[in-house]
């Protein structure tokens, strides 16, 4: 077999599909991309070809976030057994007790499932704010689970805490801010009702990563020792000691070295410790969220990876913890975490069409010798003639010149149209030649780093990076990107994304990649009436709840997939939650349905009586105004 000859193998290590899959991605036979539910070849196995075919089938427009349930809760046991089996091999007299932060993804169902999933492990909510608290309060119906309650609060969101005591339910409230314990134990005492409490740390070891910013001793919430201390004053003040039963920590969310993980731990734990030692019995200790997902496929302190496992992570929670306690002969707390973007970002994806493609380079404009032709023309096309292997550095230094030079002849009127068409083909011929002789060398010139994204075509896709990866766009972060099918042929094309926005940063020019980020994606030649279908991955934490409505475009429409053993396809689509439509766009924007359709038929109206426009054609008129208003936000 030829070294060179393509394989699924090919395909998996291009797109690093084993590193950032985490086992439930992979590629068939046919070479189309495939979902794992179960983590397993011999379980289901999902086509993601035929997921788009009963998409399509059932009338739903593309772009689509697609839901994998299964996945959602595969994750939740995954965390839950993991602490479990640690906790027992490390002879940890606690228990794990879990808890989902809904900021991470406030969507009912993925809150649902999460507590459904979770329910046999007694795996809790976490709420930042008065609305999720509402949420969770409504959906945390397991008596012995915890919710957690973070953020700046007020007196009603204190309130709604106490609330849901007097329900018998375990809302702990963390205090973030000093002045926040007071106002706490005034309404419980009005309420009759015993608060349960917790104390968020500042710690002095800081998180690493794009929110290492969160953690340390500047860190927007948490109290720092001193103003521990002064809690713990006031607590027994009240005669309310008994009430603090979580002590609490945060190193951000992402964190990407395990190191920091461990000095946090340490650091947090010999609080802990101290605290309990003030005869104050404290039950929980919450190690907060920074769990990471390796969306680069890296393995490495990159901003978008980690350099450790999940069971890593786990045996350094409970180790740690478990010795410091042993030698301050201090009882082993019960651990709680609050690890969302672990949980969620693997089960969502975002499908979109490529619907065209731009060069960005046009070579096919005719540049055959003309008589009287300028020198700088027949200069460019001896250059294209005499580039060699040999000669590419010289040749693209000279090539740069020449385009230079033809751009200031043209604005100064030396130069026709005709002419400059002539140099800018053969100058881009030129430096696609270039490139050619590049693939196989080890050593590329600075100059020519760029050279591979400025050749590379646009691929317009229908979807807006504003909506559906506003990530991508705000803080750099990168996702997995990976054709749906035609996995079995070699890729041909190399490619930047432009989404449908009419903004400049509505594209993707970076990309995952172990070794250093790409500039460009390995893509297929686009075919004359078959559809190609780009999957962004890893975007079930933040993407689905963060995203504007850039030009009006709006929510996707959303499938929830599920297994099923006895249908040919391994799965069925359980729900389809439409996207919004333009009239729903228009009214978060103050725009009033009833006045813009009352406005266009006045004015159609209008063209009638002038006789400009047939009454037929004017009712055709503000029905399709209307049906516009009624669809979707993206391109059909």
Not at 12 to 23: A, D, K, R, T, V
Not at 336 to 343: C, D, M, P, T
Not at 443 to 465: G, I, K, R, T
Not at 608 to 625: A, M
Request: aromatic share 10%; with cysteine.
């Amino acid at each position: 077999m030829p070294e060179n000859k393509w394989t699924i193998q090919s395909a998996n290590e291009l797109y690093h599909i084993g590193s950032w899959g985490n086992g439930y991605f992979n590629i068939n036979e046919q070479g189309n991309l495939t979902i794992l539910p179960e983590r397993d070849s011999s379980g289901p196995v999902i086509d993601m070809s035929h997921v788009i075919s009963e998409i399509k089938r059932q009338g739903i427009a593309f772009p689509c976030v697609i839901r994998f349930y299964d996945i959602l809760r595969s994750q939740i046991v995954s965390l839950n057994r993991t602490f479990r089996k640690i906790i027992e091999d490390a002879d940890y007299k606690g228990r794990y007790y879990g808890v989902y932060p809904i900021k991470v993804n406030q969507l009912r169902e993925v809150v649902e499932e999460i507590v459904d999933a979770g329910s046999s492990y007694d795996y809790g909510l976490e709420a930042g704010s008065r609305p999720e608290l509402i949420a969770a309060l409504a959906y945390n119906t397991n008596q012995y689970s915890l919710t957690i309650l973070n953020g700046y609060k007020d007196e009603d969101y204190l309130r709604l805490g106490l609330l849901g005591n007097k329900l018998g339910k375990k809302i702990i409230v963390v205090i973030e801010k000093l002045t926040e314990l007071p106002l706490l134990l005034k309404l419980a005492e009005e309420m009759k009702v015993t608060p349960i409490i917790g104390i968020r740390a500042k710690l002095s070891t800081k998180g690493t990563g794009k929110w290492s910013e969160s953690s340390g001793e500047k860190a927007k919430f948490g109290l720092s020792i001193a103003e521990i201390l002064q809690a713990v004053k006031i607590l027994k003040d009240h005669g309310k000691e008994d009430c603090l039963k979580l002590f609490h920590f945060h190193m951000g969310s992402q964190i990407t070295d395990i190191r920091a993980i461990k000095d946090a731990l340490t650091e947090g734990a010999r609080i802990y410790t101290r605290l309990v030692k003030m005869n104050l019995n404290i039950e929980y200790f919450d190690v907060g969220g920074g769990l990471g997902i390796d969306y680069d496929g890296s393995k490495s302190t990159n901003d978008s990876s980690m350099n450790y496992t999940q069971e890593d992570y786990i045996e350094d929670v409970v180790y740690i913890l478990k010795q410091i306690c042993d030698l301050e002969e201090v009882a082993h707390p019960h651990i709680v975490s609050e690890s969302g973007r672990a949980i969620s970002a693997h089960h969502s994806c975002v499908i979109a069409q490529v619907v065209d493609h731009i060069d960005s380079c046009y070579t096919k404009y005719p540049t055959d010798k003309s008589i009287g032709e300028h020198i700088l023309v027949s200069n460019m096309r001896e250059l294209k003639k005499e580039l060699t292997e040999k000669n590419i550095q010289e040749t693209y230094n000279d090539a740069q010149q020449l385009k230079d030079e033809s751009i200031n002849a043209f604005k100064l009127g030396i130069l026709s149209l005709e002419e400059k068409a002539k140099i800018e083909t053969m100058y881009w011929k030129i430096m696609k030649k270039i490139l050619n002789f590049m693939e196989d060398k080890k050593f590329v010139p600075e100059e020519m780093w760029d050279l591979e994204e400025h050749l590379a075509s646009q691929y317009l896709c229908n979807f807006s990076v504003f909506q559906s990866v506003p990530d991508l766009w705000a803080i750099d972060q990168l996702l997995p990107i990976i054709p749906i099918t035609r996995l079995n042929e070699e890729p041909d094309q190399l490619c930047t994304i432009a989404d449908i926005t009419c903004d400049s940063d509505g594209k993707i020019n970076k990309f995952i990649n172990p070794e250093e980020e790409k500039r460009t994606l390995d893509v297929h030649r686009l075919r004359d009436n078959e559809d190609y279908y780009l999957g962004i991955f890893l975007t079930g934490a933040y993407q689905d709840v963060m995203g504007d409505m850039h030009n009006l475009l709006a929510g996707l429409n959303e499938v929830h997939i599920f297994c099923d053993d006895e249908d040919p396809t391994d799965f069925y689509i359980e729900d389809h939650i439409p996207g919004t439509t333009a009239s729903e766009a228009l009214s978060f924007m103050q725009y009033n349905q009833q006045y813009l359709t009352r406005t266009i038929k006045r004015n159609i109206e209008k063209q009638v009586q002038r006789g400009k426009i047939s009454p037929k054609e004017g009712v055709g008129l503000v029905n399709f105004y209307n049906k516009c208003l009624g669809s979707y936000t993206y391109l059909k």
